[in-house]
């Protein structure tokens, strides 16, 4: 096997050097001492314990994590609900507008995103705050989902539906028993990746939030736009954590469960 | 009727939050400004009717876009910007992309984890981390003057080269999948038949392995190139104030001038900018799939 060269070799170091190096330097500058991020000034864990301190990114914080409880729960159900009506649906008026509608969002700009929403809500007479941002991140987030649930509906076998209702099943307790069960890892990675847009987004928010809810992302953008400093280090390094920790964990999880599924489909064609 | 209460949750919810919205933006685009809450004149009503509110309509919002220099300037200097930083994306992201595919094949999971992981990192923070990397006194800088090779710090932070280096990095991923995944699928023997009828190995990637993973380079040139084009984050963290991007120009707009008319007119347009390379997209996909099939 010669197929590695140097060539590749140094071209995957460089490219994971790339990607990596940044974040290693942030991490290992949080836990600097010295109040000027760029100088090393011996270790101390204080930037944590003040950000502990600090009242108004913890509440940032907990009013990021509502909203994204929220709106993923949100566009958990109505995305698999798309998912299911544009791969088992069949036709219907207004398909097209439909299948437009759920694609547009993921290459839209944030900027008009917010925009719009901003000024339907002002239209309406709806008061700006936590609602308004569950609802703005529920409408893209349902897209996100609704694509991950449809790559998974439409590689399954459909005869395993058809043969659940031939046995009598009705077709709600086919989606309950049969459908949803295989698709399930497809929506709970439906959920994390809404979960995780709605920790992330600082535009939308920015546009749809009102002078009762600042979320995480706001908070951290006007700050860091002052300059770096030690404290968002080392809020960063624990957004990183928690989001590697998850991220490992989830795929560990799927992986288990995929193969655990192809035993049982295979289990199910051979019995 | 059970079809029904599936479609229409998802589809009256689209319909409200994502349609109407951009009805809304139309409108308030070709309203005119004012000192008012909210800051513009309706110009519609239901008492005159639709015809005499279309009798009325003028452009003065777009046609003030073309007028003044900033706008174009922001929409070109956008366009720039992002063609730049996909075609650096590329060069960056398919030698990563190529590697992943050589290297034997029980590494390639952890290899492919290792390029998704970044991306569920928070952008905010992947553009925060070159903050302190690129300053006049940053990371870089000082082993820069430590090696010797430059004797005052060079000014990266806050031009146009920081923005670039802040676009690749942030959409590496996007590029590198695709181009992965069209990589992986190419039959091996198709090179070694081109080495074996006298190719070098050079000319063999260029005539074999370049125009078969055409389809991936494609969606991932858009996949950088059509979120780059609205960016704001990266041109307002880490470009300078000479950075025009149509993203922070449009935030600028709406935030700082308050002027929702003009904000909304710029919005309409950058969204009939970008139909082109969207629509272009999608047919690369389709062409893709029907090549699968």
Redesign the interface.
């Known amino acids: 096997m010669n197929k590695t060269s140097w060539f590749n070799v140094v071209s995957l170091t460089l490219g994971f050097a790339f990607l990596y190096i940044p974040m290693i330097i942030l991490i290992i500058f949080s836990f600097n001492e010295s109040k000027l991020v760029t100088v090393w000034a011996g270790f101390s864990t204080k930037w944590y314990g003040e950000l502990m301190h600090n009242k108004a990114f913890l509440d940032a914080a907990w009013v990021t994590i509502k909203v994204a409880v929220f709106s993923s729960t949100i566009a958990t159900v109505l995305g698999t609900m798309a998912a299911y009506v544009m791969v088992r649906g069949g036709r219907f008026r207004g398909r097209t507008l439909f299948s437009g509608m759920i694609y547009a969002p993921l290459v839209m700009p944030e900027v008009i995103t917010g925009l719009s929403l901003l000024l339907l809500f002002i239209g309406i007479g709806l008061d700006r705050g936590v609602l308004t941002i569950v609802l703005a991140h529920g409408t893209f987030s349902m897209c996100y989902v609704s694509v991950v649930v449809s790559s998974r509906l439409v590689t399954f076998d459909r005869s395993l539906e058809e043969a659940a209702l031939d046995l009598g099943c009705s077709p709600a307790e086919a989606f309950r028993l049969v459908t949803l069960p295989i698709i399930a890892p497809a929506v709970i990675s439906g959920w994390l990746l809404a979960f995780t847009l709605s920790l992330d987004d600082l535009v939308i928010a920015s546009f749809t939030t009102g002078p009762s809810a600042t979320t995480l992302p706001i908070k951290i953008f006007s700050a860091m736009r002052l300059g770096v400093s030690p404290e968002i280090n080392a809020l960063s390094t624990i957004m990183i954590a928690i989001i590697t920790v998850g991220v490992i964990t989830a795929s560990l999880v799927a992986k288990q469960q995929l193969v655990r599924q192809r035993r049982e489909e295979q289990d199910a064609v051979r019995s | 009727m ?2 029904f209460f ?2 229409a ?3 009256a ?3 409200l ?6 009805a ?2 139309v409108k ?1 685009s070709l309203s005119d400004y004012a000192l008012a809450i ?1 800051p513009y004149v309706p110009k519609f009503s239901w008492d005159e009717g639709i015809g005499a509110y279309l009798s009325q309509l003028d452009f003065e919002n777009y046609i003030f876009l073309t007028e003044d220099d900033l706008y174009w300037k922001a929409y070109l200097s956008s366009f720039k910007i992002a063609a730049i930083s996909t075609t650096l994306t590329l060069l ?1 992201g398919y ?2 992309a ?3 595919t ?3 094949s029980e590494w390639r999971p952890t ?1 492919m ?6 991306f ?7 553009v ?6 690129l ?1 006049s ?3 870089l800088n ?1 082993l820069l003057l430590w090696i010797g090779v430059i004797d005052t710090p060079l000014i990266i932070l806050n031009t146009n080269a920081a923005v670039y280096i802040g676009i690749v ?1 942030t959409y ?1 991923p996007f590029m590198i999948l695709p181009i992965y995944s069209a990589l992986e699928r190419l039959d091996e023997s198709l090179i070694e038949a081109a080495e074996d009828l006298g190719c070098s190995r050079l000319k063999a990637f260029w005539l074999v392995t370049i125009p078969l993973s055409k389809t991936g380079i494609v969606a991932g040139c858009f996949l950088v190139f ?2 780059a ?5 990266i041109p ?2 880490l470009g300078g104030s000479n950075t025009l991007m149509i ?1 922070k120009v ?2 600028e707009e ?1 935030f700082s001038n308050r002027d ?1 008319p003009v ?2 007119a710029v ?1 309409v347009v ?2 009939l900018l ?1 139909v082109i390379p ?1 629509v272009l ?1 999608q047919r690369n996909q389709q062409k893709q799939q029907e090549a699968e099939q």
């Open positions: 059970r079809r599936l479609i949750p998802p589809y919810w689209l319909l939050l994502f349609l109407a919205p951009f809304i933006v308030i909210p960056v030698p990563i190529y590697g992943m050589r290297v034997p290899l984890m290792l390029v998704i992981l970044p569920w990192t928070s952008f905010l923070i992947r925060y981390a070159w903050m302190g990397i300053s006194e940053g990371y000082q990095y590496l059509i979120p084009l609205g960016e704001f984050v307002s963290l993203g449009l935030w709406f929702w904000a909304s919005a950058l969204l970008l969207i997209f």
